[in-house]
């Protein structure tokens, strides 16, 4: 038992091995992605918030005005309808050769 268990516990490591590699291996293969720097733009745009963010904190706001929640209107039970009883479809007469 111990030895199927330490062969098995090979097969599987060697695969997995095996695995990897064959993606190393195609991953150098493939063409390099193009690398955009965008750190650049980022900050100039935070930049620009931080200085609207606070010329608009100067002015101050009249604060809105809640309105009010609004109860929806009791449900009433829908009416049971009864279902109507379809009659049953005539078969055609077995015709005789």
Same mark, same amino acid.
């Given at each position: 038992?111990?030895?199927?268990? !330490? ?11 095996? /695995? ?15 690398? /955009? ?13 931080? !200085? %609207?963010?606070?010329?608009? %904190? ?6 809105? $005005? !809640?309105?009010?929640?609004? $109860? ?13 009883? $379809? ?11």
């Amino acid at each position: 038992m111990n030895k199927k268990k !330490k062969t098995t516990r090979k097969k599987h490591r060697k695969n997995q091995q095996r /695995v990897k590699n064959l993606i190393k291996a195609s991953l150098l293969k493939a063409k390099p992605k193009k690398v /955009v720097t965008t750190t650049k733009i980022e900050s100039m745009k935070e930049k620009e918030v931080k !200085k %609207t963010s606070t010329e608009k %904190t100067v002015a101050k706001k009249a604060p809105a $005005k !809640k309105t009010a929640a609004k $109860k929806a209107p009791a449900k009433k039970a829908p009416a049971k309808k009864t279902a109507a009883k $379809k009659a049953p479809a005539k078969k055609a007469p077995a015709k005789k050769d």
